[in-house]
């Protein structure tokens, strides 16, 4: 029976669990919080809880020697830890995170050692490149040409429990969603690069609607313009990746980093109330601070954003409980405690993409892949099933010899993409594609 390594028990990890565990895989997960794997497992007879700590290197390096395949599920920065052990012992390593440039170096090493290090194998990315991949395939196979690609993702309460002003919950890495929230933007514009500074984020929206859903808010997501080389599209005009959210969030988001709520930089915030921690970043005197940030020179707040600082508590004279902390932590522990997806609410995953095509003939045509998916935190979230699911399965291809290449990769190539795809559609997660759609319907 071949072992596989898991190590994290976070959020999107049970699915992973489930799978390999029915597939007939003795699972090993390690974890800071022993509990939380043994939960995950519930007593399986081929499971195995492990307590550990990262900074424990000797321990890891026995987990990976004693291991068939490891799953690193832990942030991206101990990836490149993990991945050299999984060298020094000749085991290949599975991620759902980007292939960072200390990743990418050790593709050569990988290669020599004969092991595959395949990363990006979750969602976004993951099922993203995949089902990009296959169409961008398509469209060369017959000759044709991408001229303009859109592809757009995201994690979202479905529409009926997206019922608070933000129009939004976490289902997955709270922290994480709101720090990404800080990022900056590139993409690829109808032939111009365009650069998006991270003050500006939220300001370079546009709407689109999705089928079953209704209009979202499309925002950019980091660097778009390497992916013109990642999925071998020189020449193409328009490359843009984005993040889909529902009205409310990307307006409160704008004022939020427009204030200054979600800075880094520690302060002793002892006894301070959060209308008081409002003022204090926004530099007014907080005597009616609704009317006072409507009124402030430069900021142009929507009223669907003051009545989300409103929702939220920010505008309150209750004590933050604070002492030395950052803006940061303060407003993401307070969009934590009242944005959480309760277990009877359903989220949902949203992706679409759009692709302009070209061929010898003159003739164009837009192609669109769509994928609609709901969950529960009571059964598993849609998000946990779209993360988990396709790296699950890569780990059994490649421990069942259907995957045989070597080297650091994503699964850009057909032998990766197709047997995932295909098996994730026979689990219910399908990207719905249509062709031969008329040109006006791509975005402008």
């Known amino acids: 029976m071949k072992k596989v390594l898991i190590l994290g028990a976070g959020l999107v990890s049970k699915p992973m669990v489930e799978y390999l565990l029915e597939e007939g895989f003795e699972v090993i997960i390690a974890t800071r919080t022993k509990e939380k794997a043994d939960k995950l497992l519930g007593g399986h007879k081929n499971g195995k809880s492990v307590a550990w700590v990262m900074e424990d290197m000797d321990a890891l390096s026995g987990m990976v020697r004693d291991s068939d395949l490891t799953v690193s ?110 990022n900056g933007a590139t993409y690829l514009k109808h032939g111009e690069i365009v650069n998006i500074e991270p003050i500006n984020l939220f300001k370079a929206r546009f709407s689109h609607f999705f089928p079953g859903v209704g209009e979202l808010e499309v925002y950019p997501n980091r660097d778009s313009v390497s992916y013109v080389d990642i999925y071998g599209l020189k020449g193409i005009l328009t490359m843009y990746r984005g993040t889909f959210r529902f009205k409310g969030w990307c307006e409160t988001l704008d004022l939020m980093k427009a204030i200054g709520l979600i800075d880094d930089g520690d302060k002793d915030y002892t006894g301070m109330t959060y209308r008081q921690f409002v003022a204090d970043k926004a530099g007014l005197p907080g005597i009616n601070l609704r009317k006072e940030l409507n009124e402030a020179q430069g900021l142009n707040p929507t009223e669907k954003a003051l009545e989300a600082l409103e929702w939220l508590g920010l505008f309150s004279d209750t004590d933050m409980g604070y002492k030395v902390t950052s803006p940061y932590e303060i407003t993401s522990d307070l969009m934590i405690k009242k944005m959480w997806l309760n277990d009877n609410e359903r989220d949902m995953i949203v992706m679409q993409h759009l692709f302009l095509a070209s061929y010898h003939d003159g003739k164009s045509e837009v192609i669109s892949s769509r994928m609609l998916d709901y969950g529960t935190p009571a059964t598993n979230t849609s998000i946990a099933r779209t993360v988990a699911l396709p790296a699950a399965m890569a780990v059994k291809m490649i421990l069942t010899g259907k995957i045989s290449l070597h080297g650091v990769y994503r699964p850009i190539l057909p032998e990766l993409y197709n047997p995932i795809l295909d098996e994730l559609e026979a689990n219910g997660i399908k990207m719905e594609e249509e062709y031969g759609l008329p040109v006006e319907e791509m975005i402008k």
């Not at 490149?80 to 991620?95: E, N, S």
């Not at 592809?151 to 976490?170: I, Q, R, V």
Request: charged letters at 20%.
């Open 73 to 182: 599920l832990l942030p991206y920065r101990f990836h490149v830890d993990v991945a050299k052990f999984c060298l020094k012992f000749r085991k290949p390593l599975v991620t759902t995170s980007y292939v960072s440039p200390a990743m990418q170096a050790l593709h050569d090493d990988a290669v020599k050692a004969g092991v595959i290090f395949l990363n990006e194998a979750g969602l976004d990315p993951g099922i993203d490149h995949m089902s990009a991949m296959r169409i961008i395939d398509n469209v060369r196979q017959r000759g044709g040409k991408i001229e303009e690609f859109y592809s757009l993702c995201g994690a979202l309460p479905a529409p009926e429990d997206a019922n608070n002003p933000l129009g939004y919950k976490f289902s997955w890495s709270p922290k994480g969603v709101v720090l990404a929230s800080r």
